[in-house]
């Protein structure tokens, strides 16, 4: 991964998967650089990566061709502005934090700065998560694609004009592996409830939950030619699919789970 120096600004949980998953896909540990306070600096310093404590004290003639935030949000306003500096250098911006506009970032790094915020989601963590991101007005085609390939070390990419979709982003994939555990929980307490054994419950749960998934991005067809694939008029498929489908069943339901992350998305912001 030829992009030049990658600067990490914050390697916890989210953090520490992106540089794992940058130098896996090639990027030398001599072109990574790390500011981590906490206990994620002995994982970045394991890597081979240059770890420093806080922005002070790193090289004075540092330019970085990317810097990422990967602080918590309610860190950002005391972490970011003392970044500022490499924005005149020609570095673009990426954060990964939830809930904190492209507005923000402008205001703590100067309003010519690029800057691309994004949403990753849990998976991430094991290399297959969904980004999306969303550029601002200065980030130039050359700083997008290294964004992207950052970004697509730790699974897959979508980009985004409008930031307004964000909320909706944050609801879905954001929020989304959430809603899949409790389905993994649901059809695991449903499995015990017909008499399965707890293990084998669990088992046939997360394995189909699982497989289901990988099969439905893989396919050639789409989610409801699959489902109807595996529909036989009068089978049992049709009997629980009759429950699911209902006007008061599961589509509905995680319309308004949906909706609610989403009002809740915009009023954080
Ligand atoms: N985890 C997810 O699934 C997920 C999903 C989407 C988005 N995100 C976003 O990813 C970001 C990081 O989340 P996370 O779950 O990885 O949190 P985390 O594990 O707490 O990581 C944040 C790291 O930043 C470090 N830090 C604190 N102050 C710092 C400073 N001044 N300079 C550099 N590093 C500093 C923290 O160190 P200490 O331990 O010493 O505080 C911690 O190791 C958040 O903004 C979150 O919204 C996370």
């Known amino acids: 991964m030829d992009i030049g120096q990658v600067l990490l600004v914050g390697c916890g ?20 650089i790390v500011v981590e306070p906490g206990p994620g600096a002995e994982h970045a310093r394991a890597t081979g990566a240059a770890v420093h404590g806080d922005a002070p004290g790193l090289p004075v003639d540092l330019a970085p061709t990317v810097t990422v935030f990967a602080v918590k949000p309610q860190n950002m306003a005391a972490v970011a502005p003392a970044y500022r500096v490499y924005a005149g250098r020609g570095s673009v911006f990426l954060s990964i934090a939830a809930g904190t506009p492209i507005a923000a970032f ?3 790094l100067g309003a010519d700065t690029a800057i691309v915020r994004s949403m990753p989601n849990t998976p991430a963590a094991i290399g297959q998560g969904m980004i999306v991101a969303c550029p601002n007005r200065h980030v130039t085609d050359v700083m997008r694609q290294a964004c992207d390939r950052l970004l697509g070390a730790v699974g897959r990419v979508a980009w985004i004009d409008d930031e307004t979709h964000m909320d909706g982003v944050t609801a879905v994939s954001g929020s989304g592996p959430a809603y899949v ?3 993994i929980e649901c059809l695991e307490s449903a499995g015990i409830a017909v008499g399965l054994p707890a293990e084998l419950a669990r088992q046939l749960a997360l394995e189909t ?5 990988a099969l439905a991005r893989d396919a050639a067809e789409d989610p ?10 009068g089978g049992t498929t049709a009997a629980a699919l009759e429950v699911l489908m209902a006007e008061d069943g599961l589509g509905p339901l995680v319309t308004r789970a949906v909706d609610a992350a989403t009002k809740r998305s915009r009023a954080l912001a």
Not at 15 to 31: E, F, K, N, Q
Not at 224 to 233: E, G, I, K
């Open 106 to 108: 402008e205001n703590f």
């Open 224 to 233: 409801a030619t699959l489902r109807q694939n595996v529909t036989s008029p």
């Open 13 to 32: 949980k989210m953090g520490g998967a992106l540089l794992d998953g940058w130098l896996a896909r090639g990027l030398s540990p001599s072109d990574a």
């Open 209 to 213: 939950v699982a497989g289901a998934g």
């Open 181 to 183: 555990f409790w389905l």
